[in-house]
Nanobody, 122 residues
Framework: QVQLVESGGGLVQAGGSLRLSCAAS????????MGWFRQAPGKEREFVAR????????YYADSVKGRFTISRDNAKNTVYLQMNSLKPEDTAVYYC???????????????WGQGTQVTVSS
């Protein structure tokens, strides 16, 4: 089992920045790819970004490419999502998740955090 806890969400004005963190505990010795997803009210959960276990490969949704950066520090068992140039449409609950392989589909992920709210005001 892997437990994931997100932090760093909050309220920010459009154009601002936030950095989300996801701390992993439990069976963190296994090699897990990590992803960030988000879900806005009334919408389905959508893929945001993912990173391979080594951190060497990353992939982003088109909607956040060039603005968000995913990274990880395996020594700290933590994954980050740096979000710059935030837009009101980025408002959502953000979730981190762990999977055996780096994928963009939520169904491929085995473990999920509880989510952290990000609200971007216009």
């Amino acid at each position: 089992q892997v437990q994931l806890v997100e932090s760093g969400g909050g309220l920010v004005q459009a154009g601002g920045s936030l950095r989300l963190s996801c701390a992993a505990s439990g069976r963190t010795g296994s090699s897990y790819a990590m992803g960030w997803f988000r879900q806005a009210p009334g919408k389905e959960r959508e893929f945001v970004a993912r990173v391979s276990w080594s951190g060497g490969a990353t992939y982003y949704a088109d909607s956040v490419k060039g603005r968000f950066t995913i990274s990880r520090d395996n020594a700290k068992n933590t994954v980050y999502l740096q979000m710059n140039s935030l837009k009101p449409e980025d408002t959502a609950v953000y979730y981190c998740a762990a999977a055996r392989y780096s994928r963009s589909s939520a169904s491929e992920y085995d473990y999920w955090g509880q989510g952290t709210q990000v609200t971007v005001s216009s």
